[in-house]
Each structure stands twice: as C-alpha cells, then as structure tokens.
C-alpha cells in the first residue's frame, strides 16, 4: 500500500497550485485524510484534513487559501491551493490521521518569484 503525491512545483507568490494523493488500496474508505507538509528544518505539521464524509479542518496559517477534497471511489484526495506565500514552501504529503501508514516521497511546493 503506497500514497502517491504529485501536483507540486514552482510557482510565484499569489499563484495556486492543485496537489493529488492517490493510494493504492482501498486505504481511504472510513479513514479521516490529511495533507501534511515540512519545509525545511522545521518539523512535518498537518494543514488540512477531511473525514470520511465530510468534516473539514485547516490550519490557521492556510485557512481562506486551501481546500481539501476528496474522491473515496478513486482513493484520492486533493489540496486545493491558492494565493500562495513564501512560506507554505514545503514538501507536502498526504496520510491517514489515525493509524498513518508509511509516507510516500511527497510533492516539493516552492513558492518564489
């Protein structure tokens, strides 16, 4: 079983950006999913997450900018992110909230001009 996160890249301040996390498996069903991210130096820290149905929460530091969504009968979820600062420069990755299972390589997200 493997999370798969993809979407990243460069992108100027202000920009958007949109991250996919596909699983192999069906690791979603029932489970609440997170994005995660860790930029360097710093320690991973969750930024959003959603429950199996509904059920959203957001770090203050992205709340009004990202959007985490999540499509149970492709086992993917997505992060949504938009008007983008230097500091959500970061790799991001996706997990379980409860009971993690290994983490993928996750997606670098660089925010420059």
């Known amino acids: 079983v493997q999370l798969q996160a993809s979407g990243g890249g460069l992108v100027q301040p202000g920009g958007s950006l949109r991250l996919s996390c596909a699983a192999s498996?069906?690791?979603?069903?029932?489970?609440?999913m997170g994005w995660y991210r860790q930029a360097p130096g710093k320690q991973r820290e969750l930024v959003a997450s959603?429950?199996?149905?509904?059920?959203?929460n957001y770090a203050n530091s992205v709340k009004g900018r990202f959007t985490i969504s999540r499509d149970n009968a492709k086992n993917t979820v997505y992060l949504q992110m938009n008007n983008l600062k230097p500091e959500d420069t970061a790799v991001y990755y996706c997990?379980?909230?409860?009971?993690?299972?290994?983490w993928g390589q996750g997606t670098l997200v660089t925010v420059s001009s």
């Open positions: 997990n379980r909230l409860i009971a993690p299972i290994s």
């Open positions: 498996g069906s690791i979603f069903s029932g489970y609440t």
């Open positions: 959603i429950g199996p149905s509904s059920g959203l």
